[in-house]
C-alpha cells in the first residue's frame, strides 16, 4: 500500500510541477519535452557492472526511440520514473503508438554513457501508459551481459564469454593456435580472454594454464 501511494504522490508531483516545459540533464543533453503526448516507464532497480547505481542526483537512466531521447530521470532505489514524449503530430522523431523503447545509463562517476537492457520484455510505447520494469542492466566491457544480468568483468581464460570456465574454452583457445601461421605463437588483436599469463602470445603455455585452473591444483 505505502509503495503505491508513493507511485501516485510522485506522479502527480512530476504532472504538476513540470507542466508546459520540459527540462535538460546538463551532462548528456537529454531533455524532457512535456506535451500532451506523456508516457511514463517506472524503473524498479538498475545495475552497472553488477553494482546498483547510485542514488539521487547522481546516475541517470535515459529513455530512447531509435537514437532520440524520449525522457530521463535520476536513478532512485526506490523506483525511478521516467516521463517520456511522444510524437504529437509535429514529432517524427518521437516514438508513435506501439514503439519499442531501449534505454542508456549515464554514469556520473565515469561520466560514460552505456547501453541498458532489461532481461524481460520492455513495454512498447503508448501515450498515457504507465509501464513497470523490473530491473535494468548494464556492462562498461565490451561483452554480452549474461543471463541472470550479470556482467563479466575479466573474461581471462572465458573467451566463450558464458560466465563460466571449463574445457570449451580450452578448445578455442587450441583453435585459436592451430589456424595461426606459426604452429606455437599466435599474435592477435583480440586476445584478452586467451591470454592466461598476459604475455601478449597465444601459445600452449595458455593452455596448460587454463588445464591447471579446471583441475583445480
Known amino acids: 500500500m505505502r509503495k503505491s501511494l508513493t507511485i501516485i504522490f510522485t506522479f502527480v508531483s512530476l504532472v504538476f510541477t513540470y507542466t508546459e516545459r520540459g527540462w535538460q540533464h546538463p551532462q548528456t543533453g537529454w531533455e524532457v519535452v512535456t506535451t500532451e503526448t506523456m508516457s511514463f516507464y517506472l524503473i524498479q532497480s538498475a545495475y552497472l557492472d553488477n553494482m546498483e547505481l547510485e542514488d539521487g542526483n547522481n546516475d541517470v537512466i535515459g529513455a530512447f526511440y531509435e537514437n532520440q531521447n524520449i525522457g530521463w530521470e535520476f536513478y532512485s532505489s526506490q523506483l525511478t520514473i521516467i516521463p517520456t514524449t511522444g510524437d504529437n503530430g509535429s514529432m517524427p522523431n518521437?516514438?508513435?503508438e506501439g514503439a519499442p523503447i531501449t534505454f542508456k545509463i549515464y554514469d556520473s562517476s565515469s561520466n560514460q554513457i552505456i547501453d541498458a537492457i532489461s532481461l524481460d520484455d520492455v513495454p512498447l510505447w503508448h501515450i498515457q501508459g504507465f509501464n513497470t520494469i523490473r530491473n535494468?542492466?548494464?556492462?562498461?566491457?565490451?561483452?554480452?551481459?549474461?543471463?541472470?544480468?550479470?556482467?563479466?568483468?575479466?573474461?581471462?581464460?572465458?573467451?566463450?564469454?558464458?560466465?563460466?570456465?571449463?574445457?570449451?574454452?580450452?578448445?578455442?583457445?587450441?583453435?585459436?593456435?592451430?589456424?595461426?601461421?606459426?604452429p606455437f605463437y599466435c599474435f592477435d588483436d583480440n586476445i584478452e580472454c586467451m591470454d592466461m599469463n598476459e604475455d601478449n602470445i597465444i601459445d600452449i603455455l595458455d593452455v596448460l594454464s587454463l588445464l591447471v585452473i579446471i583441475s583445480g591444483n
Open 136 to 182: 535494468l542492466y548494464s556492462c562498461n566491457q565490451d561483452f554480452p551481459i549474461l543471463d541472470n544480468g550479470e556482467c563479466i568483468l575479466d573474461c581471462i581464460g572465458d573467451p566463450s564469454l558464458d560466465g563460466q570456465i571449463n574445457i570449451h574454452d580450452i578448445l578455442m583457445i587450441v583453435d585459436m593456435i592451430i589456424d595461426c601461421d606459426s
Open 94 to 96: 518521437y516514438p508513435y
